[in-house]
């Protein structure tokens, strides 16, 4: 037994109290209740202990280091609806959408192209073969809880592109930027009409 449960397990009983079966002046038994306390406070007393420890996961480099690289695409930079515009104005960025199939093709942001999240490798670089990996990649999802935008970003890291963004979840942003995007393509146009 491993020594962070037995020093867990002493600490549980201690806070819990007597783990002797008892009865209570009713009648009734409130032994379950004691042992499943004793239960709850020796896993959390262990799992505290082990995180601590030496060879815990707080401090076990490897473990952090494998964590940090499958959720990177969660800690790129998440840019407002007039940052994302800057980019794709100003450094020729890229906006990429991950949702679906038949979201992408109800409607999407002006110039996005589609890109898949989940798919094998060698569809995505296919789909992104004619794009320079430093170039500025601003990537969008659905509103509210989707994260496919952060399965995607990590997937693009894999694949060696280096300057990527995530545009805030809000569908305010997403039409924001859209309506931002029109108006500079309805501006370019009127510059060039004689």
Same mark, same amino acid.
């Given at each position: 037994m491993p020594p962070e449960f037995l020093t867990a397990l002493v600490i549980a009983t201690l806070v819990a109290g007597d783990p002797v079966i008892k009865r209570t002046s009713a009648g009734g038994s409130s032994w379950?209740?004691?042992?499943?306390?004793?239960l709850v406070l020796t896993a959390l007393a262990a799992g505290s202990i082990h995180l601590a420890s030496p060879e815990g996961f707080a401090r076990n480099q490897s473990a952090f280091a494998r964590m940090?690289?499958?959720?990177?695409?969660?800690?790129?930079?998440?840019?407002?609806?007039?940052?994302?515009?800057?980019l794709l104005r100003d450094r020729d960025g890229l906006l990429v959408d991950a949702r679906t199939h038949d979201s992408y093709e109800s409607w999407? &942001?002006?110039?996005?192209? #589609?890109? =898949?999240a989940g798919v094998p490798q060698f569809i995505r670089l296919d789909m992104l073969k004619t794009t320079d990996r430093s170039r500025p990649i601003l990537i969008y999802c659905d509103s509210g809880s989707c994260s496919v935008d952060q399965l995607l970003a990590t997937e693009l890291l894999d694949d060696g592109f280096t300057n990527l963004y995530l545009l805030h979840r809000t569908?305010?942003?997403?039409?924001?930027?859209? &309506?931002?995007?029109?108006? #500079?393509? =309805?501006?370019?146009?009127?510059r060039e009409e004689p």
């Open positions: 379950r209740f004691q042992i499943a306390g004793v940090q690289r499958v959720h990177r695409g969660a800690l790129l930079p998440r840019l407002t609806t007039s940052q994302a515009f800057e999407h &942001v002006k110039d996005a192209i #589609r890109v =898949a569908t305010a942003s997403i039409n924001a930027l859209d &309506v931002l995007l029109r108006q #500079r393509d =309805a501006a370019t146009r009127a």
